[in-house]
């Protein structure tokens, strides 16, 4: 006997049906994906932590303590003190903020252009797909630094900057990635039959093109949020990111944790875990998420 | 007299379609200019009609242009000439928008099962798609009704609404690809090799699905096929098309009984014979070499190149083709 996967819609109104959508996907998510279900709420506690940074804070971010200069952890700093006497788990907190905010927004940017570029020029195709790529190619020549470099030069450094910068960066390089996508999906013979039926283009693109291009969507999105904390952290290193003493987790893992790594390493260790943590969480939640959206993936056949 | 649908009131006509000299040429660029060096002429000059409720067969052999000629009757694909006219109004040069109102009317069934529908839509939702493509049932209920009722007349189990296209067999994919083609109600349908991907067994049925569809709903249907033994069961007249061409096009009867033309006689005598005795004795008739490239066909007539009763005025002069009787074939032997 084959498992029926038939469910009858729940009645109720609009709403009640969202909510129980979405408490079946969170259990199919913790039953058929646990590592993914991991990354979910590591991801959740971490933005919770941002979030609530000044209740949870034992400290003030730049309360300094001359007396507690890199101090190792203890009960009273959980993560240590820095040079400065300030405590390093209030500033991963308040860091966390920052970073993850930074990390989101600039990536959402980044994906968002990316789908746009990615779908007019690999939908259309044509003269417009020939002159948006040149335009690509010429964006891409460019080394990211640099660009960045000379736009905090000319702006300022500040969280905005980086966001819009770090953005257009990598959404106007990962269009190439959706672009090929969309190509091989605008040639199934679906698409053809939308189109022989009589969908609009924007039909065609909003609901064929775009749910079947989802998986290198998620993929890109989860990559460039590891992608922009580490660059954040280079920007900090160079002095061009967020200015100090605002704490950032690159700013705390590359300024001068450097110069006290032998002397106190829990001013990079801590700040350098939490990165890693995030970025590998946010991977596993999107790669639960690509599989668990997609239908033929799904655990009951 | 006329027809009542969904939509309303359509006049009766004889022919609900004409396709008057249609040729599809494609552009063919190359070297460092990306210059054209001339046209691969994929349909070159073929004429034809389909009668209310009748059904054609197009037969040929791979690359004779008859996917081609149904995707630009359906104005998929820009027409370099010639003349369509769907229920007496021209279509030819249609625009998107424009063709939009006559896409309810002609519908197409693809050959390959697994790529013609959405691979993340739902049974239901891939079949009410054309439904709220042209807004013809513009609530949920009803258009929810409106799909149930045309998965009973593909043959679907009800279940298989909220399924997903993967968790089909070929089989039930052409159903339901049949199914989202007759959605809208549609007077002609075209059918790009239908059950050339399905398995013996169950193209019978998807056959017979279609014989029974099309008694009950009159549709007129274009069935582009290589296989003649389907197109023999399905069809009341057939076209055979070489390279870009009409050759010969006859009642199904006729055209089984006595072909014609060098080529159908070609093509009929490669059918297998079911008994093997019968099949060992009879005499072969094949065709040599390669079918041309359709960028340089051949002149005068197209098949002259492996045709067994080439004659010198039949590599100079195309022949036309004449009717005679039910049939009409483009032949020097027969003018």
Known sequence: MTEITYRSKPSGTQLMRKLSSFRSFVVRLFRENPLGAIGAVVCLIFLFAAIFADLLAPYGFNQIMPSNRTKPPSWQFWFGTDHLGRDIFSRVLYGARLSIIIALAASMLATIISVVIGIITGYLGGKIDMIAQRFVDAWMSFPDIVILIVVVAVVGPGMLQIILVLGCLYGVAGSRIIRSAVLSVREQSFIHAAQSIGGSNTRVIWRHILPNIMPPIIVLFTMRVGAVILVEAALSFLGLGVPPPTPTWGGMLTGSARNYMYLAPWMAIAPGICLTIVVFSVNMFGDALRDLLDPRMSGTR | ?335
């Open chain 2, 1 to 335: 007299m006329g027809i009542h649908t969904l939509a309303g009131w359509y006049p009766m006509v004889d022919n609900i379609i004409e396709v008057e000299a249609l040729k599809v040429h494609f552009p063919v660029r190359g070297g460092f200019l990306q210059r054209e060096v001339g046209p691969v002429r994929a349909v070159d000059g073929v004429s034809f009609f389909v009668q209310e409720g009748e059904t054609l067969g197009l037969v040929g052999e791979s690359g004779c242009g008859k996917s081609t000629t149904g995707l630009a009757v359906l104005r998929m694909l820009p027409v370099t000439s010639g003349k369509i006219t769907f229920e007496g109004i021209d279509i030819t040069n249609f625009d998107q928008n424009e063709m939009r109102p006559i896409r309810r009317r002609m519908q197409m069934v693809y050959q390959d099962p697994f790529g013609s529908l959405d691979p993340r839509m739902s049974i239901g939702d891939i079949i009410s798609e054309p439904l709220e493509i042209h807004r013809l049932h513009n609530n949920k209920a009803d258009r929810r009704d409106r799909v149930t009722e045309l998965l009973l007349m593909v043959g679907i189990r009800l279940d298989m609404i909220e399924r997903y296209p993967h968790q089909l067999s070929g089989g039930q994919r052409q159903r339901v690809s049949i199914a989202r083609a007759l959605a809208v109600e549609p007077r002609l349908l075209i059918c790009d090799e239908p059950v050339s991907a399905l398995d013996v067994s169950i193209q019978a049925q998807v056959v017979n699905l279609f014989q029974e569809l099309q008694e009950k709903l009159g549709l007129s249907t274009i069935f582009v096929a290589h296989d003649l033994a389907v197109v023999r069961h399905v069809s009341q007249r057939v076209a055979v098309m070489y390279l870009g061409t009409i050759v010969e096009i006859a009642s199904r009867d006729e055209l089984y009984a006595s072909p014609k033309h060098p080529y159908t006689k070609a093509l009929m005598a490669a059918i297998p014979v079911p008994n093997p005795v019968l099949e060992a004795s009879r005499a072969h008739q094949t065709i040599d070499g390669e079918i041309p490239s359709a960028q340089r066909p051949p002149s005068g007539c197209r098949f002259h190149t492996r045709c067994i009763h080439v004659m010198p005025i039949c590599s100079e002069i195309a022949p036309e083709l004449r009717s005679e009787g039910n049939s009409s074939v483009a032949c020097h032997l027969y003018s």
